[in-house]
């Protein structure tokens, strides 16, 4: 303990203490707030009218809306950042081809993804790309996929670029899926885009929501589809 630390422990009394560390707290909060806010006025605030949402189911969780998507389909997987949903999702929609694009993250490594899905790499049903999420769009051809699922990148601006690079990807009775159709995350301080990104991005190029999840964390899984086609 520095000298000036005894000090201020021995003299300043109990009273003086207590307003100082209030008044530091105020100001933690205070500038806090004041980030959250600033990030917020960032995100453009984009609502749906009932036209978008008239077809729109609510089902329980993640592994709900994966039971509810095509199945023996061809899906893209966009972003590395949870090996388990990527085996619930080869285990309950059996896909018949799989891309999983993106750079390594978190717990997904190479040696883990073969693994895990050894059998699924080696006759080609499961094929990895490491490269940038938005970039890797461009190697396949217009209406290729039947779903393709967004898991990176949950900023406005980001999410947003990943709709439109994807969106001609998925054939016209195709969805586009996705994660963190949410506000933000208390626990990590975060403001998520996601929802305005969606909601933006429907009303620009009129698709609609198709599925909802309900999860308590209220971050939510997301699946849209153009209007008009049903599941």
């Not at 990807?169 to 996705?178: E, L, Q």
Request: glycine share 6%; hydrophobic share 40%.
């Amino acid at each position: 303990m520095s000298l000036k630390h005894a000090l201020y422990q021995v003299l300043v009394p109990r009273f003086v203490k207590d307003r100082l560390f209030r008044m530091h707290l105020r100001e933690i909060r205070d500038g806090d707030l004041r980030r959250r806010t600033a990030l917020d006025v960032h995100v453009p605030k984009v609502s749906l009218s009932p036209s978008y949402v008239r077809n729109l189911r609510i089902v329980i969780d993640r592994i709900a809306l994966l039971a509810e998507m095509p199945r023996e389909a061809v899906v893209a997987i966009v972003g590395m950042k949870d090996a388990e949903m990527i085996r619930r999702l080869m285990h309950i929609s059996r896909p018949r081809e799989v891309r999983l694009v993106g750079l390594w993250s978190g717990d997904i490594t190479r040696d883990a993804l073969s693994h895990m899905f050894g059998d699924e790499i080696e006759n080609g049903s499961l094929v990895i790309h490491e490269e940038d999420t938005r970039g890797a769009a461009v190697r396949f051809p217009d209406g290729y996929f039947d779903w393709v699922y967004l898991n990176e990148r949950f900023s406005y601006g980001e999410t947003s670029a990943l709709l439109e690079m994807w969106r001609t990807k998925v054939n016209n009775k195709g969805f586009i899926a996705g994660s963190h159709y949410g506000t933000g995350s208390w626990v990590t301080n975060e403001r998520y885009g996601v929802v305005e990104a969606v909601n933006h991005f429907c009303k620009a190029h009129q698709w609609e929501m198709a599925l909802l999840t309900h999860e308590q964390d209220r971050l939510l899984d997301y699946a849209i589809r153009g209007m008009n086609h049903s599941l």
